[in-house]
């Protein structure tokens, strides 16, 4: 299940850093499973840190825009 980019701009800061937390422990997890070799679908571990990347993007995205808020813009 892929997070979808306007759910994500949706979603406040508070949510996005605990969504984040949560994908970051699960990479964890797939990651050792990979290794221990009982990860079924290898495929989702790429999922997952895209997913990651997608909050990522989001939260910088919003320290652009308040970064640029408060300076005079041409």
């Known amino acids: 299940m892929a997070l979808e980019p306007a759910k994500l701009k949706a ?3 508070d949510e996005l850093d605990t969504e984040a937390g949560a994908l ?14 009982q990860l079924q679908d290898t495929h989702k571990v790429r999922r997952t840190r895209r997913d990651l990347a997608r909050i990522m993007t989001v939260r910088r995205e919003r320290e652009i825009e308040a970064a640029a808020g408060g300076k005079a813009r041409r």
């Open 24 to 37: 970051r422990e699960e990479i964890w997890k797939l990651r050792l499973q990979r290794a221990t070799g």
């Open 11 to 13: 979603m406040s800061d």
